[in-house]
């Protein structure tokens, strides 16, 4: 139930991330409003699973320079981890195109504060 919870959490960020960063946008698989769900979903499964075991590892492989920067190298991993997940969903078919690293970064940042907020709204239905 949690998942489910943060990957509708990540979506509804995803798409209001489009909305707000022009340089950040999601081309569903179809023109249809059920395809286009499904694919803001899709790719809140990628960037959860990106997320997860790449992000990971960055993290703790990139520790020494979160320490040195006092932890704004996040803003470029975050930023990287999105152009991973804009590349696998563009190998697949559909999904997240960004037009440069720069609003790659916006985007995440954009994101992260979005889907924080949402969380923040939806945290007491979670722990019930």
């Given at each position: 139930m949690r998942f489910l919870l943060r990957v509708i959490i990540n979506a509804?960020?995803?798409w209001l991330t489009t909305l707000i960063v022009s340089g950040v946008s999601v081309h569903p698989y179809a023109d249809d409003t059920t395809a286009t769900v499904l694919t803001y979903l899709l790719i809140a499964v990628i960037f959860g699973v990106v997320n997860a075991i790449v992000g990971t590892v960055i993290r703790v492989?990139?520790?020494p320079l979160y320490v040195l920067t006092l932890g704004l190298i996040s803003f470029i991993v975050n930023g990287l981890l999105l152009l991973i997940v804009a590349w696998i969903s563009d190998a697949m078919g559909f999904g997240l195109h960004i037009d440069g690293f720069w609003w790659g970064v916006l985007g995440a940042l954009v994101l992260g504060i979005i889907a924080w907020l949402i969380g923040l709204v939806?945290?007491?239905l979670s722990r019930s």
């Open positions: 509804v960020a995803l492989v990139a520790f939806l945290r007491p």
